[in-house]
């Protein structure tokens, strides 16, 4: 499986919330079952916006993603998408034993906030999209090699 193709969508800047949402909406067109999008930033980066945008497109409730943050992991659309949040993870080892090898190896779409918490358990086709704040509402959405 390819990993997909935003090279004409990003780099971007959105101004607002709205705009990072819809962002998502474009993104989502291009996933797959099993594409795994590691979402790279610091708090208030904009990545749980840019999950609702993902939700929205693959056709679920986008206002119902929320930030995983004390789950590790929410399913949405009876496991279409994973959003996992990995910020309180400490380790890879416990990555590892917390079962984030399984759990990225199926059909789900799957958002991972705080991807580099997971050391070597992203699969190899993961995106890295990185999120900066710039400000204000302006955020920047860059895909990044890994």
Do not use: C
């Not at 997909?4 to 989502?28: I, M, Q, V, W």
């Not at 497109?57 to 119902?64: E, I, M, P, R, T």
């Amino acid at each position: 499986m390819d990993a997909p193709d935003f090279s004409d969508l990003l780099p971007a800047e959105t101004d607002s919330a709205e705009a990072t949402r819809a962002l998502g909406r474009r993104l989502a067109e291009r996933l797959e079952p099993g594409d795994v999008v590691a979402l790279s930033g610091d708090l208030g980066a904009g990545k749980t916006h840019l999950a609702h945008g993902v939700a929205d497109g693959l056709g679920l409730d986008g206002d119902a993603v929320t930030s995983p943050t004390f789950a590790l992991v929410q399913e949405h659309g009876d496991g279409a998408l994973l959003h996992l949040d990995l910020y309180r993870v400490e380790s890879e080892a416990e990555a590892g034993r917390l079962g984030l090898g399984e759990l990225l190896d199926g059909d789900a779409v799957a958002l991972v906030e705080w991807p580099e918490r997971a050391g070597g358990w992203l699969p190899a086709r993961t995106v890295w999209l990185r999120l900066a704040h710039l400000g204000g509402d302006r955020r920047r959405i860059e895909a990044v090699e890994r």
